[in-house]
């Protein structure tokens, strides 16, 4: 499985932005996508995930109500929409995926490049 994340930049505090992470080769054989994001000298942090087929997601409390995971009918695409974006969610964005339920780092069997994501004034 291949992913390729893009849609990182430039926001101001309250502002919004959509990453998207494109899936190619063997998706059928991953049943979980998701995102997770990490600043220096700290570890990659779980953000959100999805089951693949039935859609179910789960998110980190802090980004409960403002950020919301989805994909494209064609499971193509896997999307992170994010609101009302703090100064605290400045990070690189990592898509993920995974043939279990993605809990933490250690659960990802497949890696997309980062995106960089800052928020500041």
């Known amino acids: 499985v291949q992913l390729q994340a893009s849609g990182g930049g430039l926001v101001q505090p309250g502002g919004s932005l959509r990453l998207s992470c494109r899936a190619s080769?063997?998706?059928?054989?991953?049943?979980?996508m998701g995102w997770f994001r990490q600043v220096p000298g700290k570890e990659r942090e779980f953000v959100a995930a999805?089951?693949?087929?039935?859609?179910?997601?789960y998110y980190e409390d802090s980004v409960k109500g403002r950020f919301f995971i989805s994909r494209n009918d064609a499971k193509t695409y896997t999307y992170l929409q994010m609101n009302n974006l703090k100064d605290e969610d400045t990070a690189v964005y990592y898509c993920?995926?995974?043939?279990?339920?993605?809990?933490?780092?250690?659960?990802?069997?497949?890696w997309g490049q980062g995106t960089l994501v800052t928020v500041s004034s």
């Open positions: 080769g063997r998706t059928f054989s991953s049943d979980f």
């Open positions: 999805m089951a693949w087929s039935e859609r179910s997601t």
């Open positions: 993920a995926a995974a043939r279990g339920r993605i809990s933490d780092s250690q659960s990802v069997n497949y």
